[in-house]
């Protein structure tokens, strides 16, 4: 088994904490801060414990380390988790696959993307534990496309996440000013007009047009009104939204030189080790050579960190522009994300399941917030003052209210148990209209016949 260890220069606290003594497991209403709820009764006797943990996305797991902190503290235990890096989200899944077929070396906490948890959801028998009992009703006061249905089946939980990943149009405030862009940008349209002021001093434009299936088309069609799978399972690739979207986005590339392709789709790149960006986007990002990005607060505020350190103080937010003649579209959707899951086959799985929920069901989730602006999911805590706080990466700009408004009418870029067999299909029909080799209408219709076939094969109704 190939992993990654957690990068020695990336800013945490070290990642193996002493093994000790698992303290008594009390009430969480009555041993937790504002907004839990109790989670069922203690262990008779503490046990020593070690869990293990994987993960993939960089700054994921700095929160839950520190969320670790405080659930030792709050009951005088030490418990310990060692944090593994795997290579990418894919390879995290074919990983745990292989270990659950070979019935050991599985870890006990694990952080699924949403675009490849249904490949576990799809087994017989599923691995992960349910947390609904556990939860009794309390997820009513989370916001459920974020919280738990990307990681549901059948009306039951199997990972939380805690990232409130709205989208949002982050752009270059020195760049945007210094060319006369007034914001916020309030439609699509206005982008073409304020792309034409900054490309003098950023020739790769607003933003890069990614042409992964879960990237720039799946978030603005979905906004449109679109998307690629609806709520009930029912594919609908070939929606009317997701033309006129595709359509918007070559436009901005080819015929009003606003927008570039990311580096990656534009030379033909490949995205090994799961690098979703790679090193000529960064530097680009880093030097200001593109003046935006779209995306949420973890890529945002989050991954822009680590791929435009030099940028620190120069980003503000706004929520995405609307469509014209569309004056009741949401301002934002809800796109990507990872969600913990407990391995329910662990030897440690009662403290595992018990660590999860309190670290996502407490004020723990606002470590998240404090070091990478992640929004929590949780209402109960949308009034605590510091989310009104000004954000030094984002040019002191207070983005609560930011965050708060993109959450009216919110919508979910929904992906299904079926995501991979339908981002196969996706991304060469997106690269062949973005490259302009074939019209929009027609290569989505093909693409609609074709994630058909591929999911029917695989065992689901795309009906």
């Not at 795997?86 to 270990?99: G, N």
């Not at 490949?119 to 496309?145: C, E, M, Q, S, W």
């Not at 090193?279 to 990005?293: E, H, L, Q, T």
Request: glycine content about 10%.
């Amino acid at each position: 088994m190939c992993v990654v260890q957690s990068p020695r220069s990336f800013p945490t606290r070290r990642t193996a904490l002493a093994i000790g003594t698992v303290g008594a497991l009390g009430s969480l209403l009555e041993a937790c801060s504002p907004g839990t709820f109790p989670l069922g009764p203690a262990p008779a006797k503490p046990a020593t414990t070690d869990l293990q943990a994987w993960y993939t996305v960089e700054g994921r797991y700095e929160w839950l380390d520190a969320a670790l902190t405080d659930f030792n503290a709050s009951r005088g235990s030490e418990l310990r988790i060692r944090w593994t890096q795997q290579a990418d989200p894919s390879r995290l899944v074919q990983t745990l696959l292989i270990t659950i077929a070979a019935g050991g070396g599985f870890p006990d906490l694990v952080d699924l993307d949403q675009s490849f948890v249904g490949r576990i959801l799809r087994l017989p028998d599923i691995p992960l534990v349910a947390f609904n009992d556990r939860l009794k009703g309390a997820d009513r006061d989370f916001i459920g496309p974020a919280f738990s249905e990307p990681w549901s089946k059948g009306g039951r939980f199997y990972a939380l996440g805690n990232e409130l990943n709205v989208a949002l149009l982050g752009y270059r405030h020195d760049i945007w000013n210094g060319a006369g862009v007034r914001t916020p940008l309030t439609v699509w349209d206005d982008v073409i007009a304020a792309g034409k002021k900054v490309v003098s001093a950023s020739p790769d434009g607003l933003f890069y047009v990614r042409a992964d299936p879960a990237g720039t088309h799946l978030t603005l069609s979905t906004q449109a009104g679109g998307g690629y799978v609806t709520t009930g399972g029912r594919l609908q690739i070939d929606h009317p939204a997701n033309v006129r979207t595709l359509d918007f986005l070559a436009d901005l590339v080819f015929k009003h030189n606003v927008a570039t392709l990311l580096p990656y789709d534009r030379l033909g790149g490949n995205r090994e080790g799961g690098d979703m960006i790679g090193a000529v986007a960064k530097a680009s990002f880093n030097s200001g050579r593109v003046a935006g990005d779209i995306g949420p607060m973890a890529r945002l505020s989050g991954q822009m960190r680590v791929d435009a350190p030099d940028t620190f103080g120069k980003w503000m937010v706004q929520a995405l522009p609307r469509w014209t003649g569309m004056s009741h579209a949401p301002p934002s959707v809800c796109s990507g994300g990872s969600g913990v899951g407990v391995m329910k086959h662990s030897p440690d799985v009662n403290i595992a399941t018990e660590f999860a929920l309190w670290a996502h069901t407490t004020q723990a989730v606002l470590h998240d917030f404090d070091k990478r602006q992640m929004w929590p999911v949780n209402r109960r805590l949308f009034d605590e003052p510091r989310l009104g706080d000004r954000i030094a990466w984002f040019h002191d700009q207070p983005i609560g209210q930011v965050l708060r408004d993109a959450t009216t009418n919110l919508v979910s870029c929904i992906q299904g148990s079926y995501w991979p067999e339908i981002s196969r299909v996706m991304a060469p029909a997106l690269k062949a209209v973005l490259h302009q080799q074939r019209p929009a209408r027609e290569v989505l219709a093909e693409a609609q016949d074709a994630a058909r076939a591929a999911v029917t094969q695989a065992g689901g109704n795309p009906d």
